[in-house]
């Protein structure tokens, strides 16, 4: 088993739901092979840039479900305001995305996260 930290960055540039994390997907084809990965999100951390509220929506498309479970909806940040989205970890697992959608231009968005071979 192998712990490896990352933390994915993105500047949301306009209104269209944008990818912020993808978990490995296994492959066993490949060298080294990629096994299967949970990814332990221990922060989401987001700040409006803007000089007016901005509402920020956040998808995780489930690859064992096959569709897109909401995280977060609509939540109303406001200008020149950062903040913690998350109070517990959330687990991801294998091909699982992460997704994030602004209501305008002006969002940073930082994830951090544990990868669990």
Known sequence: ???VYKNNSVVLTNNSQ???YTVPTANADIVPKQK?????????RACNKS???LTLTL???????GAD????SALSIAANTAVEILDKTLVLENSD????TASATGMDIIVS?????
């Open 1 to 3: 088993m192998s712990d």
């Open 18 to 20: 944008t990818t912020i």
């Open 36 to 44: 299967p990965v949970q990814a332990l999100v221990s922060s989401i």
């Open 51 to 53: 000089g007016g509220a």
């Open 59 to 65: 998808v995780n498309t489930d690859a064992s479900l």
């Open 69 to 72: 479970v909401t995280v977060l």
């Open 97 to 100: 995305i992460l997704k994030a």
């Open 113 to 117: 996260v544990l990868e669990i071979t």
